[in-house]
C-alpha cells in the first residue's frame, strides 16, 4: 500500500525566488489548460493539451519563461487537471461516492502552492534532496522513509512554510491485539467515547478562533491588494495553520492507539453536512474532525491488518438500552443519562451508545426487536419523571 510522508525545510533566499518561478509556471500552466477546455465544445485530451499549453506555449513571446523551469512539474499539472476533470464528470454520472465534486477551478497566487516531480525530477543525495532546476534542499528529517520514493511534491502553504510530500511503498504490518473489538461514538464535549469505557477530549481550539475572527473583521476593512490586508492574511494563516496542526496531531495519536489496541473498530456513519446545517454548532462541529478520524482509522486499520466496520446512521443506538434491547426512542441531547424503564440500569449517554455500536458492528444483534413490540416509546418527561 502507498502512503505519504510529510517533512519541512527551509529553502535559501535564492532557492525561495526558484521555487517561486516554478509555483507560478505550474499555475498559469494549469490556468491555461483549463482556459481551453471552457473555451473548446469537447474536451482535448491529456497530450492535446500539453502540446498546446506547454511545448508550443514556450515558443511564443508570452510564455518564454516557461523553459527555465523543469518541465515534469508542468506535465503533472495537465495530468492533475485530467484527474480533476474525471472526478467531475464520474461525480455528476453517480459513479463517485460522496459528496458531489465540482468543475476544476482557476489558481491563485495567494492560495497554497503545489508541485509534484517524479523519480525523474528528483534524487535523494545523503541527508538532502535534490530538486530538478532548484537544487539541494535539507528537509527535517523527523522519521525515515520505509522505501524510495516514487514521486514528491513540493509545498508552499498561506503563511508561507514549505514542506516536501513523498510518496513511498509502505508493507502491512501483522501485531496482535489487546482487545477483540471497540465502538466508538463521536461527540462535541467528548470527542470519542468508547465502548470499554475510555473517553477522549479534543483540545480547545475557542481562544485560537477568538484570534481568528477578530482578525476576519480587520481584514475585511482594510484595502484589497494592500501590504497590511497581506500582513493580516497571512496572520490568519498562520492561525489557522496552527488549529489544523493540533486536530492533526491530536486525531492521529488517538486513531494510532484505537487501531494497535483493537482487532475490530467499529463507527457510526455521521451525516456530518447535515449536521453543519444547524447554526448554533456548525462551527464546532467543523471543527473537530470527525471525517478525519474515520479516513485515518480506515487506513491505519489497512496497515496494521486491522478489521474496520462502519454502520448505518439509521441504527437506534442512542434510543435502544445496551442491557435489555429495550427501546425507549428519542430523547433531547440536553439529556446526559437515561434510566431504563424495563430493567431500570441508568446508562450515560454516550457510553450506551458506544456499546450499541459495537455490538450492531460485530453482528451480536440484542433483543431489541422483541422488546420494542410488546412496548410504546416514551416521552422524555416520562422518562426523568422515571
Avoid at 511545448?55 to 513571446?61: D, G
Avoid at 509545498?155 to 489487546?178: G, H, M, Q
Avoid at 475510555?198 to 475585511?220: F, G, H, I, M, N
Avoid at 422488546?371 to 422515571?386: D, F, G, I
Amino acid at each position: 500500500m502507498k502512503a505519504r510522508y510529510q517533512y519541512r525545510f527551509y529553502p535559501t533566499d535564492q532557492q525561495q525566488q526558484s521555487l517561486a518561478q516554478l509555483f507560478g509556471c505550474v499555475r498559469v500552466v494549469w490556468n491555461d489548460a483549463l482556459a481551453v477546455c471552457k473555451q473548446s465544445e469537447k474536451k482535448p485530451k491529456s497530450a492535446e493539451l500539453q502540446k498546446l499549453v506547454i511545448t508550443q506555449a514556450k515558443k511564443t513571446e508570452k510564455r518564454v519563461w516557461l523553459s527555465e523551469v523543469s518541465n515534469i512539474p508542468l506535465q503533472q499539472s495537465v495530468a492533475d487537471l485530467e484527474i480533476a476533470f474525471k472526478n467531475f464528470f464520474d461525480s455528476c454520472k453517480g459513479k463517485r461516492k460522496g459528496r458531489k465534486v465540482g468543475y476544476p477551478k482557476f489558481k491563485k497566487r495567494t492560495s497554497s502552492q503545489g508541485a509534484r516531480l517524479t523519480r525523474g525530477g528528483f534524487s535523494l543525495k545523503g541527508s538532502g534532496v535534490y530538486l530538478a532546476k532548484i537544487g539541494v534542499v535539507k528537509p527535517i528529517w523527523s522519521r525515515r522513509l520505509p522505501s524510495e520514493p516514487s514521486s514528491v511534491t513540493i509545498i508552499k502553504d498561506s503563511a508561507n512554510r514549505y514542506f516536501l510530500s513523498f510518496v513511498v511503498e509502505v508493507e502491512p504490518i501483522n501485531t496482535d491485539a489487546k482487545n477483540q473489538s471497540v465502538g466508538i461514538d463521536l461527540g462535541i464535549k467528548t470527542f470519542a467515547v468508547m465502548s470499554n469505557g475510555e473517553k477522549a477530549v479534543s483540545p480547545c481550539y475557542k481562544t485560537l478562533d477568538r484570534r481568528v475572527r477578530r482578525l476576519q473583521k480587520r481584514l475585511a476593512r482594510q484595502q484589497n491588494g494592500s501590504k497590511r490586508r497581506n500582513k493580516i492574511r497571512i496572520k490568519i494563516a498562520k492561525l489557522h495553520n496552527q488549529i489544523a496542526d493540533t486536530r492533526s496531531s491530536f486525531l492521529h495519536k488517538l486513531s494510532t492507539k484505537v487501531v494497535s489496541e483493537n482487532q475490530t473498530i467499529v463507527l457510526e456513519d455521521l451525516n456530518v453536512s447535515g449536521l453543519v446545517r444547524n447554526r448554533k454548532l456548525s462551527r464546532v462541529i467543523s471543527q473537530q474532525g470527525w471525517r478525519e478520524f474515520r479516513v485515518l482509522v480506515e487506513a491505519k486499520s489497512e496497515k496494521f491488518g486491522r478489521k474496520f466496520v462502519v454502520i448505518s446512521r439509521w441504527e437506534p443506538t442512542s434510543q435502544t438500552c445496551s442491557d435489555c434491547g429495550y427501546r425507549w426512542g428519542k430523547i433531547d441531547l440536553s439529556v446526559r443519562s437515561v434510566l431504563c424503564l424495563n430493567c431500570g440500569t441508568e446508562h450515560d449517554r454516550d457510553e450506551n451508545a458506544s456499546v450499541n455500536i459495537e455490538k450492531v458492528g460485530i453482528g451480536h444483534c440484542h433483543d431489541s426487536k422483541c422488546t420494542s413490540r410488546q412496548s410504546k416509546t416514551t416521552s422524555l418527561a416520562s422518562v426523568l419523571e422515571a
